[in-house]
C-alpha cells in the first residue's frame, strides 16, 4: 500500500517563503507522475502543481511564477518551493500521484499565511 507523508509546512508571514517535502513509500516512485494539491477551509481540494515522470512541469494559474515542483527519485520525495506566498495559499497541501491519484492520502501538512 502507498504511503504519503507531507511536511514542511507552518506558520509565515505574507511574502516569505516554505518548502514543502513528501516521501512516498510502497510504489515505483520514479515511474509515477506527481502532484501537490491543497484544500483550504470549507473549498474542494485543488491541484497546484504536477511534474512527471519525464520532467515536464504544470502549475495552477494561481501559483504561475511563485511555487516550484520538484522530485529526487534516490530519495522517493517530491517537493514544493513556495515563494512570494499570499493569505490566500492558506491550506493543507498534499501530494499524491497525478491525475490518477492512489487511493490513500497522507494527513497534509498546515500551510499558514498571516501577519
Known amino acids: 500500500q502507498v504511503q504519503l507523508v507531507e511536511s514542511g509546512g507552518g506558520l509565515v508571514q505574507p511574502g516569505g517563503s516554505l518548502r514543502l517535502s513528501c516521501a512516498v513509500s510502497g510504489s515505483i516512485f520514479r515511474l509515477q507522475p506527481m502532484g501537490w494539491y491543497r484544500q483550504a477551509p470549507g473549498k474542494q481540494r485543488e491541484l497546484v502543481a504536477t511534474?512527471?515522470?519525464?520532467?515536464?512541469?504544470n502549475y495552477a494559474d494561481f501559483v504561475k511564477g511563485r511555487f516550484t515542483i520538484s522530485r529526487d527519485n534516490n530519495k522517493n520525495t517530491v517537493y514544493l518551493q513556495m515563494n512570494s506566498l499570499k493569505p490566500e495559499d492558506t491550506a493543507v497541501y498534499y501530494c499524491?500521484?497525478?491525475?490518477?491519484?492512489?487511493?490513500?492520502w497522507g494527513q497534509g501538512t498546515q500551510v499558514t499565511v498571516s501577519s
Open positions: 499524491n500521484r497525478a491525475p490518477k491519484n492512489f487511493d490513500s
Open positions: 511534474k512527471t515522470v519525464g520532467g515536464s512541469t
